[in-house]
């Protein structure tokens, strides 16, 4: 680890800053993306404060933990190409798989954005319980396959093949697969611009 980010480098600049931006949208805390990439948790605040600069193995492990490349860590300008494409086989695009569920993340992580689209595969049985994101932020859940439950502030629905739900995500919510089989859905989080951490 070099020293504090040099104002006056506007790329070390860029990777202190680019980093907590990414933690933030993702809605992690600190802890999380440390279990994430293995670099401590001090670390980390340090680097986000701008206190101290990754070295390039700790930079290369952040940016694995968000699913890009050191290139498109250290690179937040905008795609020379104008159609962006994430391929089915690409493992950097999975944000999760356990025994409940998958989700594959099918916007570009690269982007700075207010919107992300997901596609979900809930094992049968399966739940996914999420803490509140940010303050107005909102979900939008179609379902492709199966039987899903949403619960969002204490108010449930059910949803089948082709239903959409929309709800507040800025309290605890969860996805529940209430049917026999796997069930497939996509879906989308919306983030108020600018909107502090709940």
Not at 22 to 32: F, I, V
């Amino acid at each position: 680890m070099s020293g504090a980010c040099d104002e006056t480098d506007p790329l070390n600049q860029q990777v202190c800053d680019r980093v907590k931006s990414l933690r933030k949208k993702h809605n992690w805390t600190l802890e999380q993306l440390a279990s994430l990439c293995g670099v401590s948790r001090s670390m980390l605040s340090q680097i986000e404060r701008g206190l101290a600069n990754p070295t390039l193995g700790v930079a290369f492990r952040i940016a694995q933990a968000f699913g890009l490349s050191l290139a498109d860590l250290v690179d937040s300008s905008p795609s020379t190409t104008r159609i962006d494409v994430i391929r089915a086989a690409d493992h950097n695009y999975l944000f999760r798989d356990d025994s409940d569920c998958r989700i594959r993340t099918l916007s570009p992580l690269h982007l700075e954005k207010e919107t992300e689209f997901y596609e979900l595969v809930i094992k049968a049985n399966g739940i996914l319980e999420s803490s509140p994101h940010f303050q107005g932020a909102r979900e939008f859940l179609t379902v492709q396959k199966g039987n899903l439950k949403v619960t969002a502030n204490n108010e449930t629905t059910e949803l089948s093949r082709g239903d959409s739900a929309h709800y507040p995500a800025d309290v605890s919510h969860k996805i529940e697969n209430i049917g026999r089989g796997e069930a497939v859905a996509f879906l989308v989080n919306i983030y108020e611009r600018n909107s502090p951490a709940k």
